[in-house]
């Protein structure tokens, strides 16, 4: 592989590393460290309580997807690269718009 670097240990070269905590992986050592300590001055560096981060995770989980109640349904349809340019030029909304459109174009049309 390249970029990665083989170190060869003796026993006794391992034994000591170990033994003055050299061999330690990081998540040991976050773990040995002493937990964080508020000192109660900046509200920002307080850390979340477990109902905090409970409501922060459903609020996340509530965000994803198609809202509730949506009667929206996905589809594929081919549309000319030159009528679908001009959609996409509006910026951002471009298929509410052409959704828009579409529907106003039946309210002109007699039902089929």
Do not use: C, H
Not at 21 to 42: I, M
Not at 44 to 53: A, D, G, V
Not at 68 to 76: I, L
């Amino acid at each position: 592989m390249s970029g990665s670097k083989t170190i060869s240990m003796t026993l006794d070269e391992l034994r000591t590393a170990s033994a003055q905590g050299k061999t330690k992986t990081q998540k040991n050592r976050v773990e040995a460290s002493a937990p964080y300590v508020w000192d109660g001055q900046n509200e920002n560096e307080r850390p979340l309580t477990l109902e905090e981060m409970q409501a922060g995770i459903e609020t996340y989980r509530r965000q994803r997807g198609r809202p509730t109640g949506s009667d929206k349904e996905s589809t594929t349809i081919r549309i000319d690269r030159d009528v679908l340019a001009a959609f996409r030029a509006g910026g951002p909304g471009w298929q509410t718009r052409m959704n828009t459109a579409l529907r106003d174009w039946l309210k002109t049309q007699s039902p089929v």
